[in-house]
């Protein structure tokens, strides 16, 4: 299983894929409680870099908001 650091250059896309792939895994039941603690421990990072794009794209489209309300009142 790759490491938590390699989610760092993960697409949103990518990231939520993977998660996909982890919950199903972790819901058929891992063969062990070390694989089922890594499989969370991953799908914990996944959801973290989930987060971290979409938080962008808020920021982004907040930016873009402000920029288009002052560009229509000046």
């Known amino acids: 299983?790759?490491?938590p650091q390699d989610v760092r250059s993960l697409s949103y896309e990518e990231a939520r894929d993977e998660?996909?792939?982890v919950v199903a895994e972790l819901e058929q039941?891992?063969?062990t409680l070390e694989h089922s603690l890594a499989l969370w421990?991953?799908?914990e990072a996944l959801?973290?870099?989930c987060e971290e794009w979409?938080?962008?794209a808020r920021a982004r489209l907040e930016a873009a908001r402000t920029a288009?309300?002052?560009a229509a009142g000046a």
């Open 1 to 3: 299983m790759p490491t």
């Open 19 to 21: 998660l996909v792939r």
């Open 29 to 31: 039941g891992a063969p």
């Open 41 to 43: 421990e991953r799908g």
């Open 47 to 49: 959801a973290s870099r």
């Open 54 to 56: 979409l938080i962008g």
């Open 68 to 70: 288009e309300s002052s």
